[in-house]
């Protein structure tokens, strides 16, 4: 079974072929803003400029071609509208042109099982931060259910809105990661709420301290803060789900700090922390490959409604017939 996967929530067209034992290609175009954040319309103008080559690319690089696939499976959900449309067009041709099933997958859901499949972890409790996304999820009745989150915005976009203000350009992750690096300590607001995060108070704060404090500083000080806001959040699912593995994924996996401070919680409470290599951890065609084969494998049915683009679907709204 040859699975053809696309992703296209936000900045990045991916896609990828992937058997249930091997993936085979792996290969993204991601849009990169000239200035400011992600433009909806200008992200989708690059992914249909894009779609046909990354295809093609990617089919090459698994040595196939369109008529050996059996399946394609898309990103529905969530995401920008304007660029959930893109791949939802393109798998829909594919899928129509060769006459294959076409499988509509949940993008955080896919981080997850991507993450299990690489990983070789069994029943994580995931700490998924990303762009648009922070949440953690872990499965739990027949669902992956949402046990924390971030009420405003999603830990990368706070992290790239914090380096706009300082003159950083987009995704600010990485360059903050290395200010961060010589940085000292500043006090900083700690917002956890019961099991949730919020953002956007700490932003105004930083932005504030700009004016008065050294950039380098501000890096490290929000880095120790936040990403302590999550690990503890994290490690409150793991005694409530009472689960002993911690799967990180999503872009802001890539710290190296965030991934020593959950590395480090785990070992106290004698848990396992896992975390994929890079390439699996930011928006990907293989995880959306990986998820459509299992829930092609499990039977799942589709209604008309099904494969429609959905920017808000959350990740308990799916139920996991896979597990
Ligand atoms: P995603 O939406 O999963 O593709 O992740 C993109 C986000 O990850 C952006 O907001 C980036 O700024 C963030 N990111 C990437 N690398 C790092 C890093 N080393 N440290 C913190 N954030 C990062
Ligand atoms: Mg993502």
């Known amino acids: 079974m040859i699975c053809l996967g696309i992703e296209s929530t936000a900045h990045t067209f991916g896609v990828s072929v992937a058997?249930?034992?091997?993936?085979?290609?792996?290969?993204?175009?991601?849009?990169?803003?000239k200035k400011g954040g992600i433009h909806p319309r200008e992200a989708s103008e690059h992914h249909a400029r894009v779609c046909t080559d990354v295809i093609n690319e990617s089919l090459s690089k698994a040595g196939l071609s369109h008529k050996d696939l059996d399946l394609i499976a898309f990103s529905n959900a969530p995401g920008i509208g304007h660029t959930l449309g893109v791949g939802a067009v393109v798998a829909r041709t594919l899928s129509k042109t060769l006459n294959k099933p076409l499988i509509p997958v949940n993008h955080c859901i896919a981080h997850v099982e991507i993450g299990r499949k690489i990983t070789g972890c069994i029943d994580p409790v995931t700490l998924y931060v990303s762009g648009a996304n922070t949440q953690i999820i872990a499965y739990q009745g027949g669902y992956y259910r949402v046990f924390a989150e971030t009420l405003d915005m999603g830990a990368g976009n706070?992290?790239?809105?914090?380096?706009?203000?300082?003159?950083?350009?987009?995704?600010?992750?990485?360059?903050?990661?290395?200010l961060a690096e010589k940085g000292g300590y500043v006090e900083l607001?700690?917002?956890v709420k019961g099991m949730d995060v919020s953002f956007?108070?700490?932003?105004?704060?930083?932005?504030?301290?700009?004016?008065?404090?050294?950039?380098?500083?501000?890096?490290?000080?929000?880095?120790?803060?936040?990403?302590?806001?999550?690990?503890?959040?994290?490690e409150r699912a793991l005694a409530h789900c009472q689960k002993n593995e911690l799967l990180l994924a999503?872009?802001?996996?890539?710290?190296?700090?965030?991934?020593?401070?959950?590395?480090?919680?785990?070992?106290?409470?004698?848990?396992?922390?896992?975390?994929?290599?890079?390439?699996y951890c930011v928006d990907n065609g293989a995880m959306i490959a990986v998820l459509g084969l299992l829930m092609h494998d499990a039977g799942v049915k589709f209604k008309k409604s099904d494969y429609l683009i959905s920017q808000r679907q959350r990740t308990d709204e799916v139920m996991v017939l896979w597990r």
Do not use: W
């Open 19 to 33: 058997t249930r034992e091997k993936i085979l290609s792996n290969v993204m175009d991601s849009y990169k803003p």
């Open 200 to 234: 956007t108070g700490i932003l105004t704060n930083l932005r504030n301290k700009l004016r008065t404090h050294e950039l380098k500083d501000l890096c490290y000080s929000m880095q120790e803060h936040v990403f302590a806001m999550l690990v503890e959040v994290s």
């Open 189 to 191: 607001p700690y917002s």
């Open 250 to 279: 999503g872009g802001v996996a890539s710290n190296k700090r965030l991934r020593e401070m959950c590395k480090v919680m785990c070992k106290e409470r004698g848990a396992e922390f896992f975390v994929p290599k890079k390439e």
């Open 158 to 178: 706070f992290i790239d809105s914090f380096a706009r203000y300082s003159g950083i350009p987009f995704p600010g992750g990485p360059v903050i990661e290395k």
